[in-house]
């Protein structure tokens, strides 16, 4: 690891104008940037601390019904916060399903959006991939066991947050404060594609901050629910996962609206359409969730090793849905 200085700056102006400098890296949990620094992946001339920036933090159920998450509240905070648990259910149960609770207390939300990939190709200080300026993506005809089956292409990445999909399917927008000023982005068009570009993963350019995330009031009649399947029950990254939001006409069975958001299956966290379509305008039963779940793999592309998601991913996006209706699922 190279030496680097930690720099704490005075206010939210002067954190952007260092961030805007070559070298300069942000970090308030830390967990995903002292990884990728151990693993030779970044090697900054400096570290940007921006816990102390009081713009950034805090949690606020707002008088409207409309959540703000502070990007440096801590994922523990989210997950044990009562409201949240209450009216936005599926960002609680997103939160306290990352990691460790040792983790959940250090790890924050801006930083569990914008964290890096975990294939071990990217993080193999040894490996030039398509990421890190390359020529080709090594899970292609490599080992892909925990790789993209959605819109992979040119990199076959999955994007590593929980909360992601969650929010998303909650609706949320992310306000970005960064040399030319403050703008709201949806966060479902915060992130980005290999297309756009294989080497980052979200649309944030050199100087600009995420201050909060917005979630809106949901309606008394939606309701949500976030599951996902891993290998260990203890601390690891979903193999797919996936949040449900659902709104249906009060004091009947019909769903109105649906969100539908996958994650660990695409460098992207993947909306379905395709499931939403499938759910809206009928009651809900079980065969209604299984169509919604074999809509939302339509157009599953596996590779050697990782067809198992497929399955797995129907399976999850089938009991997710029928528990968010409080349903029992088989």
């Known amino acids: 690891m190279n030496r680097f200085e930690v720099i704490t700056p005075a206010d939210l102006a002067s954190a952007s104008r260092l961030l805007a400098q070559d070298g300069h890296v942000a970090f308030a949990g830390g967990v995903d940037v002292v990884d990728l620094m151990k693993q030779g992946i970044v090697s900054p001339t400096a570290l ?45 149960e997103a939160a306290s399903e990352t990691a460790t609770p040792q983790i959940r207390n250090l790890a924050t939300v801006g930083g569990n959006l914008l964290q890096r990939p975990r294939c071990w190709y990217f993080r193999n200080p040894d490996v030039n991939c398509l990421k890190k300026s390359g020529d080709k993506c090594y899970a292609f005809g490599g080992l892909n066991r925990y790789h993209a089956i959605l819109g992979g292409d040119p990199a076959f990445i999955v994007h590593p947050s929980n909360l992601a999909p969650a929010l998303i399917a909650m609706r949320a927008s992310a306000t970005i404060v960064g040399p030319a000023g403050e703008h709201t982005i949806e966060l479902e068009k915060f992130f980005t594609l290999p297309t756009v570009d294989p080497k980052r993963e979200n649309s944030l350019k050199p100087g600009e901050i995420i201050t909060e995330v917005i979630v809106p009031a949901p309606s008394a009649s939606v309701s949500s629910h976030y599951l996902e399947a891993r290998e260990k029950q203890s601390f690891d990254w979903p193999l797919v996962s996936v949040a449900i939001a659902l709104d249906r006409a009060p004091g009947e069975k019909t769903i109105r609206d ?55 991913a129907k399976v999850i996006v089938r009991r997710a849905i029928m528990s968010a209706a409080g349903l029992e699922a088989a």
Request: no cysteine; glycine share 8%; aromatic share 4%.
């Open 258 to 312: 649906a969100r539908v958001v996958m994650g660990a299956v695409a460098p992207v966290p993947w909306r379905s359409h395709e499931a939403e379509a499938a759910l809206k305008g009928g009651p809900l039963d079980e065969p209604r969730a299984r169509a919604a779940a074999k809509a939302a793999l339509k157009g599953a592309q596996p590779m050697t090793d990782n067809a198992y998601k497929v399955v797995m």
């Open 48 to 92: 940007v601390n921006l816990k102390g920036l009081k713009e950034l933090g805090g949690i606020e159920v707002r008088p409207s019904g409309e959540l703000r998450l502070g990007a440096t509240a801590k994922l523990s905070e989210v997950a044990e916060h009562p409201a949240i648990r209450a009216r936005f259910t599926a960002i609680a």
